[in-house]
Structures are given as structure tokens and as C-alpha cells.
């Protein structure tokens, strides 16, 4: 628009300029022709043609008080032949006008008189007649029909141009909201796609130009990035389906062992400690493996209503036992009827991950609170602790596979699989879990998950 502005007033600028030099050209190029015809008259006239009979001429053709015009006819001894009256428009004074002293046989010159600027077109004549007489033709007019044609042209492009910018404006806008249309649905599609609907696409704008090139290109690169992605995804399941059996063997044989009565004290440790790393790699394999199925969308979600409320409390009171080793109050809270659909038993990796965590690093007496409620037509699932919290800079990244807040508390925390898990269950539920926490004040795990209306035959026992 700025631009646009600026080009107008240009342009009206040059227009007016343009005009106004036009004009005043003009005008003097047709009082130079009437100089021109006025002079043809004195000096060609016939032989027997009286001055008086001359200027009566003058008069009736050219009728200059009529026409706010200027006609001074003078010899060249200064004598004033004709002067023509006041014009209509009273504009300028003709006795005031001062005689042209110079002999150039024309020119043009331009005076201020009362205020208005007056044109005039002077002739010397040649020596006519006996007497060898020079006559000095002028003829004037001012500048006030110039002035009121500008003043026309301005009021014209005061208002037109204004006019002219909304238009532009708003034609602009239109053109450019409805060229923009086809990227506004690409850019909503495309802010739709994640990790976990990969497969879908962008719609391709059949525009026939850049943007249909361009989201056949984004297209082609979420297909190469989905290929990707199952293939890390396929590579993560195989390898730890695969670690599997090896592990359950090592553990079985390392049992075996551990069972031997005539075991020295320091092997039987030793075996020990071995046993735990193997349960630790089974754990994790477990995991990554759970991940892995859940992001590809292989694990078939078993579909079945349950009441999360129960199973939070069911699954509560099977983790009490742990809670009162460290003196931590684990308290539940649940509305009545909160009915989701999904696979309890992946729900309730859930509600035992989060309690795990909660319990973790929730220092000795404590307090874990765990509340379901049903608000806004979702299921929510709390799960808040006083326990050391997590540092702002760590929270964004808590559910990223292997990621953990604090390194430095070495085996005693999990892999930093817990979380990712957490979330790969919630999001094949429909679901999200988010985490806000105070560092040094507690954390608090948030799980929202859609309601299921509810059917009888297809609810699942909780036990
Ligand atoms: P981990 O097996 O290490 O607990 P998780 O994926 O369960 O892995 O959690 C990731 C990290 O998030 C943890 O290492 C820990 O730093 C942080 N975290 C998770 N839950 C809590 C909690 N309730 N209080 C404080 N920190 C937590």
C-alpha cells in the first residue's frame, strides 16, 4: 500500500506538472497567433483603411473584454493606438500593464499584476506605409482559467486517487486471500501431520503452477520421512525382539547358577549383580520394543470400556506396599462412572509408570495424590507428587526415549524409557499426557483421554 501511495502521488504529481506546462504552452502558442493576426490586420490592411476602421475591426472580431483578453496596439513613438477595456473577469488592469520597450521582432513574457500572472505575446512590426511607422502589437491574457482548469485536475485526483488506492487495496486483498486459499489448506494439513500419521498427505492444490509443484515435493518428502521413520521404528522392534531369547537364556542359565549351594560368597555376588544387569537389559528391551510396536501401529490397541477411576484405585493399592516403604501418604481420588475405551492393561502401564516415577523421586514423607475426574467431556488422570520436581530446561524433553532429567543419579533411576512408553500408549489411545512441575516443590503428570460412551457387553472386568 505504502508503495502503491507512492507511486500514486507520483504519478498525480508528474500528471499535474505535465498538465500545467501543457497548458500554459498552449495558451501562449494561441496568443502568439492572435499577436500574429492582429499585426497581419495593421500592416496588411488596404491602402484606404483608417486607423478608427482598423480597431473597430479588432474589436468585433476579437472582443477582448469579453474574453478576459489584453490587446494593446501602440506606435513606435509610444502613442497608444488601441487598449482594449477592463475584462469581464476583472483580473487585471490594462492601463496598469507597462508597454514592451525592446524592438525584438516577437517575444513572449510573463508579469505578476494584481496578484494574477499574465501572459503576453508581443510583435514589432515592419515599417508600414509613407511614414515608415512601427507598430507594437501585444496581446495578453491571465492565468486564471489555467489556474481553475489545475485546480479541477487537483480536486479531480484528491478524490479519485483515494478511490483508487481502496480498490487497489482491497482487489489486492481478495487476490491475494483467494491465491493464498490452496496454501492455508496445505499449511493445515501439513501442521496436522506428526510422527504418528506419517501415512497421510497434503491435498495437492491442482493449480497447475509452483504450488502444486511444491506440495507434490512436500509430499514426496513426508513419504521418503514416513519410509524412514518404520524403517527406524521396524529396526528398534526387530532388534530387541531378537535381544529376546539370548537374554531370557542368559537369565535362565545365570538362575541356574545362582541356585548352586557350593557357590563361593563373592561368585555368588558377583552372579548376583549379573542377574540384575540381565533383568535391567530385559527391562529395557521390553520397552524400547513396546515403543516401537505402539508407534508403528502394530500392537492392535484391544478395544474394551473400563471405569478409570477403578483401575487407578485397583492399580493404587497393588503399589501401597511400595509407597509405605518410604513413608509416602498415596492417596486416590475418583469420580464416579469416568468410562474410557481402550486397553486396560495398557492403561494401566500408565498409571504404574507415573507411580513408579512419582514414588522415585518423591523423597520419604511425602505425599502422592492421584485423582481421575471426568471434565469438558475427557477423562483426566492427575498423578501429583512432592518430590524433587524437574528443572524447567529438562521438561520439554521427559518424554524422548532414553532422555533423563538427572544423569548423575546413575542406575538408580529407569533407562528413561518409563515416560516415552507412557505417551506411546496414550497417543495410540487418542489421548496426550502432559507434565508441569516446580523444581524442589513436585511434578504433576497430566492424562487426558476421550470418554467412551458407554456399553455394557463390551466392558472389560478390572481385576
Ligand atoms: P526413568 O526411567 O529415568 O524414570 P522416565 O522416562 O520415566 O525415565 O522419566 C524420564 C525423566 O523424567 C526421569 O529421568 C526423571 O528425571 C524425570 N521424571 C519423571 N517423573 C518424575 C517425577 N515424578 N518427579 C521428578 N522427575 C521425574
Known amino acids: 500500500m505504502l508503495l502503491l501511495s507512492a507511486l500514486v502521488l507520483a504519478f498525480g504529481t508528474y500528471t499535474y506538472l505535465g498538465m ?15 499577436a500574429a493576426q492582429i499585426t497581419d490586420y495593421v500592416v496588411n490592411r488596404p491602402p484606404r483603411m483608417s486607423d478608427a476602421q482598423i480597431i473597430n475591426e479588432i474589436k468585433i472580431l476579437y472582443a477582448p473584454e469579453a474574453n478576459d483578453r489584453f490587446i494593446r496596439i501602440t506606435r513606435d513613438d509610444g502613442s497608444v493606438l488601441y487598449i482594449s477595456g477592463t475584462p469581464k473577469d476583472l483580473s487585471f488592469d490594462p492601463a496598469g500593464i507597462n508597454n514592451i520597450t525592446s524592438n525584438v521582432p516577437a517575444q513572449r513574457s510573463e508579469l505578476t499584476v494584481n496578484n494574477n500572472r499574465l501572459y503576453i505575446a508581443a510583435i514589432t512590426t515592419s515599417p508600414v506605409g509613407n511614414n515608415r ?17 489545475l485546480h479541477g485536475l487537483l480536486a479531480t485526483l484528491a478524490i479519485g486517487f483515494p478511490v483508487l488506492l481502496v480498490l487497489a487495496a482491497g482487489g489486492a486483498y481478495l487476490l491475494i486471500e483467494r491465491s493464498l486459499t490452496p496454501v492455508t489448506t496445505i499449511m493445515n494439513a501439513a501442521e496436522d501431520i506428526s510422527l504418528h500419521n506419517l501415512s497421510s498427505r497434503l491435498p495437492i492444490a491442482a493449480t497447475g503452477d509452483k504450488l502444486e509443484h511444491l506440495s507434490r515435493a512436500l509430499n514426496r518428502m513426508i513419504t521418503r520421512l514416513d519410509e524412514a521413520f518404520q524403517q527406524a521404528s521396524r529396526f528398534t522392534a526387530d532388534a530387541s525382539h531378537e535381544l529376546r531369547t539370548p537374554l531370557t537364556i542368559m537369565r535362565g542359565e545365570l538362575e541356574f547358577i545362582a541356585q548352586q549351594s557350593h557357590l563361593p560368597a563373592d561368585l555368588r555376588e558377583q552372579i548376583g549383580s549379573l542377574l540384575e544387569e540381565t533383568e535391567r537389559l530385559t527391562h529395557i528391551t521390553e520397552g524400547l520394543l513396546a515403543i516401537a510396536r505402539l508407534e508403528a501401529g502394530e500392537a492392535k490397541v484391544e478395544r474394551s470400556v473400563f471405569d478409570l477411576g477403578v483401575l487407578a484405585t485397583i492399580t493404587a493399592e497393588q503399589m501401597q506396599l511400595l509407597a509405605e516403604e518410604k513413608q509416602i501418604a498415596l492417596r486416590v481420588s475418583a469420580d464416579q462412572d469416568v468410562k474410557v475405551g481402550g486397553d486396560p492393561a495398557r492403561i494401566k502401564q500408565v498409571i504404574v509408570n507415573l507411580l513408579d516415577n512419582a514414588l522415585k523421586y518423591t523423597p520419604e514423607n511425602g505425599a502422592i495424590d492421584i485423582r481421575v475426574v471426568n471434565a469438558d467431556g475427557h477423562a483426566i488422570l492427575n498423578v501429583s507428587d512432592t518430590g524433587v520436581g524437574i528443572p524447567k530446561q529438562h521438561l520439554p524433553h521427559i518424554f524422548e526415549r532414553f532422555y533423563r532429567a538427572d544423569k548423575m543419579r546413575g542406575r538408580a533411576g529407569g533407562a528413561g524409557l518409563g515416560l ?13 499426557v502432559q507434565a508441569e512441575s516446580t523444581p524442589g516443590q513436585g511434578s504433576r503428570f497430566t492424562v487426558i483421554l476421550e470418554l467412551a460412551r458407554s456399553d455394557p457387553s463390551i466392558e472389560a472386568a478390572l481385576v
Open 133 to 149: 511607422q512601427h507598430y507594437i502589437v501585444e496581446v495578453g491574457t491571465s492565468d486564471r482559467q489555467i489556474q481553475s482548469a
Open 420 to 432: 516415552s512408553i507412557v505417551r506411546s500408549i496414550c497417543t495410540a489411545h487418542g489421548g496426550t
Open 20 to 34: 500545467q506546462h501543457y497548458l500554459v504552452s498552449d495558451l501562449q502558442t494561441t496568443l502568439a497567433r492572435r
